[in-house]
């Protein structure tokens, strides 16, 4: 069946960059979604990429998808402490449009 | 842009209280609506998806009496929890989308506690 993986953390300094991997098992997916929750909160998207693009690039968020490893990637340049929440990685299929998620990634900022 | 309000943002109420729970795309139009239930520490979990003007489809092991959906307008789907027990104690999310593969925009959740 589809499956989404993330690992579950990821620490990083203050001021540095901090990428955030994801796995997925589905070669027929559409569309890839990265979406942030902050404690308590509801999910914010950040950025999405189609299936057809290798990489895509807004202000300080890189995504960089590879397809044929399945393999899609954050990237939060100069990170801050408000950076800090979990990042879920989601898809949808060709066949549907509804979301299959990852676990979530919780990225955790050190002063 | 894409604005999803959830409402009330907390709910405590005793045992065997119905529950509504709003969500609401303030400027858009959303065909089709998602509820989610979250536990802790944990991802989200897809309960139904429902479109405006027809019933909802629920999750397998989604009991759709206990967790009534109405999508009257493309603007508006309520979540009312009947008869609300301890273990219906969560966070609920919703989100809304345009269409198929078109991005869900979640509102800020709900957080359900019964007692």
């Known amino acids: 069946g589809e499956d989404v993986e993330q690992s579950l953390f990821l620490s990083v300094r203050e001021g540095d960059s901090s990428v955030i991997n994801c796995t997925y098992t589905?070669?027929?997916?559409?569309?890839l979604y990265w979406y942030k929750q902050e404690p308590g909160a509801g999910l914010q998207l950040l950025t999405y990429?189609?299936?057809n693009m290798d990489m895509k690039q807004d202000q300080r968020l890189t995504v960089l998808l590879n397809k044929k490893d399945k393999h899609l990637s954050l990237r939060i340049a100069d990170t801050q402490t408000g950076d800090s929440a979990i990042y879920f990685c989601?898809?949808?299929?060709?066949?549907?449009?509804?979301?299959?998620w990852g676990a979530g990634t919780k990225l955790i900022i050190k002063p | 842009g894409a604005v999803v309000s959830q409402h009330p943002s907390r709910v405590i109420c005793k045992s065997g209280t119905s529950v509504k729970i709003e969500c609401r795309s303030l400027?858009?139009?959303?065909?089709?609506m998602f509820w989610y239930r979250q536990f802790p520490k944990k991802s989200l979990m897809l309960m139904a998806t429902?479109?405006?003007?027809?019933?909802?489809?629920?999750e397998q092991g989604v009991e759709k009496d206990k967790f009534l959906i109405n999508h009257a307008s493309l603007t508006l789907s309520t979540l009312t929890v009947t008869s609300a027990h301890p273990e219906d104690s969560s966070f609920y999310i919703c989100?809304?989308?345009?269409?198929?593969?078109?991005?869900?925009?979640f509102g800020d959740g709900t957080r359900l506690s019964i007692l």
């Open positions: 429902s479109n405006e003007g027809s019933k909802a489809t629920y």
């Open positions: 400027d858009f139009q959303a065909t089709t």
């Open positions: 990429i189609f299936s």
């Open positions: 989100s809304a989308s345009t269409g198929p593969n078109q991005p869900q925009h």
């Open positions: 989601a898809e949808t299929l060709d066949s549907n449009y509804q979301l299959i």
């Open positions: 589905d070669s027929s997916s559409t569309y």
